[in-house]
RNA sequence: CGCGGGGUAGAGCAGUCCGGUUAGCUCGUCGGGCUCAUAACCCGGAGGUCGUGAGGUUCAAAUCCCACCCCCGCAA
């Protein structure tokens, strides 16, 4: 079975190397075009790229998927069916009928809820319990493709968005793989999906990091964990600085939302913070400026006191 | 040349602007004491080329000047 894989980040990566594991030829990796990145603005390539390359697969970067040419391509490599993961783009109708199977995509929810850009972030963030993985035809809508094959994951208490990324991330491949039997066999189903029980979970923006210390306790721990280990939860110190929180936990306590209720330094030492319902014992921070350190260190530089407020 | 912070004991920091006796604090660590016990408390100790440069200035540099290396946050 001839394939061509659509995907851009690590996610993505991880899906590839499973098909590549599980014996499937990927005639092609289409990415998205290098983008600046990090101090410099040093021009990055996708972990897809990175690894497609590794792996002496060709690698396609299209500024425009509706472009002739690129369909000219795709038509010339005929790949039985176009895989696709967190590609960051709407594939156009003329690219979704080329393959003669079809194209499927690997979604990291259980469709129908969750659809869009960063739903492993949004379940956590919202306090499931379960999410998972889910295969699908894809159609033209966003996420809307008939279902077939999902997996179910728990969320666990203790999991961040790194944690569960990286277990979808293994999941992942034998996933499509088994998926892509039952394509080339025509036995794959087609689960329509219910709209009456789909959400969305958008694109996690810079305001949507801002922790409100009102929320409760618990809603707050799940926000930190959703958001961690990347791009984090922030908030400020009196001065204005701002200050990402890594970990937390949720524990007793009360008092006005984001006051300093107490500090220690010692061994596993914290940041107790009073929240609308109960408090958030912080571990772990990176201050504006530094890079991570534990919240017992950060109080030992006597950078914090008690009483100040939190916001 | 995108913006900014920083490299001082194992960790987090102060000291640097206004150069000057033994480079300080919190924690850890080692030893001792107290205690039924302890991550608590008390006493004592070890541990630092102050990023690099047989560089510059100076009577004197962690502190001023120059060059280089490295780390990090933002933004994207």
């Not at 995509?105 to 379940?123: C, F, K, T």
């Not at 789909?198 to 959703?226: M, P, T, V």
Request: proline share 7%; charged share 25%; hydrophobic share 40%.
């Amino acid at each position: 079975m001839k394939l061509i894989f659509m995907g851009t980040p690590d996610l993505a990566a991880a899906c590839l190397s499973g098909l590549l594991d599980g014996g499937y030829t990927v005639t092609a990796a289409v990415t998205q075009a290098d983008r600046p990145r990090g101090r410099g603005y040093a021009l990055t390539p996708p972990p897809v790229k990175e690894l497609a390359m590794a792996r002496g697969i060709p690698v396609w970067q299209p500024t425009d998927l509706r472009a002739p040419e690129f369909l000219a391509q795709i038509r010339e490599a005929a790949p039985d069916a176009i895989v696709v993961v967190a590609y960051g783009r709407i594939l156009p109708p003329a690219l979704l009928d080329c393959p003669r199977l079809g194209c499927i995509n690997l979604h990291a929810s259980l469709l129908p809820r969750y659809r869009g850009a960063a739903p492993i972030q949004r379940a956590i963030m919202n306090g499931e319990t379960e999410t998972g993985l889910t295969t699908m035809h894809m159609a033209e809508g966003l996420d809307t493709g008939d279902m077939i094959l999902s997996e179910r994951l728990a969320i666990r208490p203790e999991d961040n968005f790194g944690t569960l990324h990286d277990r979808m991330a293994v999941c992942g491949g034998p996933l499509l793989c088994r998926t892509l039997a039952m394509l080339a066999t025509g036995t794959a189903p087609r689960l329509v999906q219910d709209e009456a029980k789909a959400s969305y979970a958008a694109k996690i923006r810079k305001e949507d990091c801002a922790l409100d210390f009102r929320r409760s306790a618990s809603e707050l721990d799940c926000h930190i964990r959703g958001l961690s280990p990347a791009p984090l939860a922030f908030c400020h110190r009196p001065d204005g600085r701002m200050l990402k929180i890594l970990r937390a936990e949720p524990t007793e306590g009360s008092g006005k939302p984001g006051e300093v209720l107490a500090l220690s330094d010692r061994r596993e030492g914290s940041i107790t913070v009073a929240c609308g319902t109960g408090a958030l014992r912080i571990r772990e921070v990176v201050p504006e400026g530094k890079g991570r350190m534990r919240a017992a260190d950060y109080v030992r530089g006597r950078q914090i006191r008690e009483k100040e407020v939190l916001y």
